[in-house]
């Protein structure tokens, strides 16, 4: 009985001794967490520190600027009033009194006087400010206003000239046709021969009448080249060309219905002949 007291006393120890070495091994691992944190809280820590001592440095170094932009400040002003003052004595007193010395002898000798500091001034300003609008326009930030001005003026001339070209065609197709309506009563009377210098006359009219309006096309498209009139202009150009060639068939067709009459009265002209002699 002693002996299984005994061992049950020593089970009981050994359960005793086994929680306790749990206890250690847990208790060991929570120090060494522990530990871990601690040294990350204290690099923190440091890191802090050191941002602290960071930003104090740059609040001295702010600090320092401040005083000296104060005492350029303050310099500056002391600097600025006393040229304010140097230059109100200059232009008000010496400028002026010598200006008026001089405006007195330039009268004297028959001359204008010389241009006040307001007026040079404003022309330097204008100046400046032309150069400065140059400037822009080269580099692109500005339009030239001269030109969307200018592109009025172009435009009537350019109808301008469109309407006296398809007048001097229209006055050239009339000609053409005044000169050669005589004709055809004179090849009726007077052969073959009329009737080709009629149609050579009505080619190189029908030519240079082409030639014409090529050319002021040309001259108009060159001009209208740009403006906003063009598509008034192309309906005139092709009212012309067709008038051109309405007046050129109605030239080859008289002189076709010509030619017909022409060969008749000479092949009668040969039959009386033939006829006589008989």
């Excluded at 809280?41 to 001592?53: F, G, N, Q, W």
């Excluded at 172009?154 to 006055?171: E, K, N, R």
């Excluded at 052969?191 to 080709?196: C, E």
């Amino acid at each position: 009985m002693a002996e299984l007291m005994e061992l049950k006393q020593m089970k009981i120890r050994q359960e005793d001794l086994l929680h306790l070495k749990d206890q250690v091994f847990q208790t060991g691992q929570n120090l060494e967490e522990k530990q871990t944190i601690l040294d990350e809280v204290r690099a923190e820590r440091k890191v802090l520190h050191s941002e602290l001592d960071r930003y104090i440095a740059m609040v001295k170094q702010v600090q320092k600027d401040l005083e000296l932009a104060t005492q350029a400040e303050t310099q500056l002003t002391k600097e600025r009033d006393q040229l304010s003052q140097y230059l109100t004595q200059l232009r008000d007193h010496d400028f002026k009194v010598l200006k008026e010395e001089v405006d007195q002898l330039r009268s004297k000798k028959g001359l204008r006087p010389l241009p006040s500091l307001e007026q040079e001034q404003e022309e330097f300003m204008g100046r400046y400010l032309e150069e400065r609008r140059g400037q822009w326009r080269q580099d692109g930030i500005i339009q030239d206003s001269a030109s969307s001005s200018s592109h009025q003026p172009s435009s009537i001339g350019a109808a301008a000239a469109g309407s006296s070209s398809s007048s001097s065609a229209t006055a050239a197709g009339t000609n053409s046709r005044s000169s050669h309506t005589p004709s055809s009563s004179s090849t009726t009377a007077g052969g073959p021969s009329t009737s080709r210098s009629r149609d050579r006359d009505t080619t190189e009219s029908s030519r240079s009448n082409k030639m014409h309006q090529s050319s002021s096309s040309s001259s108009t498209h060159s001009r209208s080249h740009g403006n906003n009139n063009s598509s008034s202009k192309s309906k005139h150009e092709s009212s012309s060309r067709h008038n051109s060639r309405s007046s050129s068939r109605r030239q080859s067709s008289r002189s076709r219905s010509n030619s017909p009459p022409t060969t008749s009265s000479s092949s009668r002209d040969e039959r009386s002949k033939k006829r006589s002699r008989y």
